[in-house]
């Protein structure tokens, strides 16, 4: 878009895109793989097996590994959601009917919490926990500004 919008302009979509996400944005809590701590509390405990003496391995400590981020959350119309961008109507003739999950949603989200779920497991919000389903798709008038998941429910 070289020469179509200043540097200006550009500055002021962004800031307008900013300002929308942080309007409709709430909280979320995502959760990576719990950090496993061995801990060698006794004297027979042996960190190559990683058992005691008797056979026993309750001297391993899981600790949540867990952040907090803003997200704007798009719950998905199940009647009319397909896999693919047009919905049931235009697939009629076609053999990939595939009906997303009771319960899905999107989450449109900046890049510090897109580089931290590229790694997560699951996403907490509402009440309700979810699985990462998807890869972040990035979004933004002229740069990647912001990032697209797709989450299931675990229920």
């Not at 867990?66 to 959601?81: H, L, V």
């Not at 319960?103 to 790694?119: C, F, H, Q, R």
Request: hydrophobic share 30%; proline share 3%; no cysteine.
């Amino acid at each position: 878009m070289a020469g179509f919008l200043s540097d200006d302009q550009i500055s002021k979509v962004r800031n307008l895109a900013d300002t929308l996400h942080n309007t409709f944005a709430r909280t979320i809590t995502v959760y990576k793989n719990a950090k496993k701590t061995l801990i060698a509390s006794n004297s027979s405990w042996n960190s190559l097996y990683r058992r005691t003496n008797t056979g026993s391995n309750s001297s391993v400590e899981y600790t949540e590994v867990s952040q907090s981020f803003t997200a704007r959350i798009y719950y998905k119309d199940m009647d009319s959601s397909y896999l693919t961008d047009d919905g049931p109507s235009q697939q009629a003739g076609s053999q990939n009917k595939v009906v997303v999950p009771a319960g899905t949603v999107e989450i449109t989200v900046k890049e510090d919490a897109y580089n931290y779920l590229s790694e997560a497991r699951r996403v907490e919000f509402d009440g309700q926990k979810f699985i990462i389903e998807s890869d972040g798709q990035p979004r933004g008038f002229t740069s990647n500004q912001f990032y697209t998941f797709t989450l299931s429910p675990t229920d």
